[in-house]
């Protein structure tokens, strides 16, 4: 049981490039969560799913695509990355209780320079 | 929008002192607030979840309190070790998660 994991754990692009990180989770959880980790601001979400197929918009979505065709794989994509997308990417999975026994399971991390 | 902030956002203790985190929430419509802690260069790990019916949750040397119509938590660490040191988060559930900064604790052997 691997819990949440991330792909790749680092990466550096140039501004412009393109890519795309992967959330994969075992646990069958129906929710899953992106969100960046900036110094001093804690996590902000960027966007997240509430089940396969669905994609919803967090509190900072612009610059990122997101696409869940599988209920494991949570994938977010920067099309046109910018040095302001620098940053640690968490993702984050949730069983999907609706509410009150929510808690979130996360993986660990990947952290993106774009130059 | 729920703004949530902690304070301090940075403590050094030395070892085997009992020490409290604070986190606040602009909104009281919660679900659930969640403790976590992170390690550097690590992801989070979960560690107390409080209810909104609730007033607090233990675990082992760990306390969290609730009082959520004055928008507050804390989370009590007991006899600390240099072993606690670590980032902790406290986020809110009000649907969607929202964190504050955290607080970096370094205990002292």
């Known amino acids: 049981n691997a819990g949440v994991t991330q792909t790749p754990k680092f990466r550096v692009l140039k501004t412009g490039q393109s890519m795309t990180l992967l959330c994969a989770q075992d646990m069958n959880h129906e929710y899953m969560y992106w969100y960046r980790q900036d110094p001093g601001m804690g996590l902000r979400l960027i966007h997240y799913?509430?089940?396969?197929?669905?994609?919803a918009k967090g509190e900072v979505p612009d610059g990122y695509n997101v696409s869940r065709l599988k209920k494991q794989n949570f994938l977010l994509g920067l099309e046109s990355a910018a040095p302001s997308q620098t940053s640690v990417y968490f993702c984050?999975?949730?069983?999907?209780?609706?509410?009150?026994?929510?808690?979130?399971?996360f993986g660990p991390g990947t952290r993106l320079l774009v130059l | 929008k729920q703004e949530v902030t902690q304070i301090p956002a940075a403590l050094s203790v030395p070892e085997g002192e009992n020490l409290v985190l604070n986190c606040s929430f602009t909104?009281?419509?919660?679900?659930?607030l969640q403790w976590f802690r992170q390690d550097p260069g690590k992801g989070l790990t979960s560690l107390l979840l409080?209810?909104?019916?609730?007033r607090e949750q233990t675990s082992g040397r760990l306390n969290a309190s609730l009082d959520k119509s004055s928008g507050r938590s804390t989370l009590y660490i007991a006899a600390s070790q240099p072993g606690d040191s670590a980032t902790y988060l406290c986020?809110?559930?009000?649907?969607?998660?929202?964190f504050g900064s955290g607080t970096k604790l370094n205990v002292k052997p």
């Open positions: 986020a809110v559930n009000d649907l969607k998660f929202y």
């Open positions: 409080i209810q909104s019916s609730q």
């Open positions: 984050a999975s949730s069983p999907g209780l609706a509410g009150k026994q929510e808690t979130q399971y």
């Open positions: 799913s509430v089940g396969e197929g669905t994609t």
């Open positions: 909104d009281s419509a919660i679900y659930n």
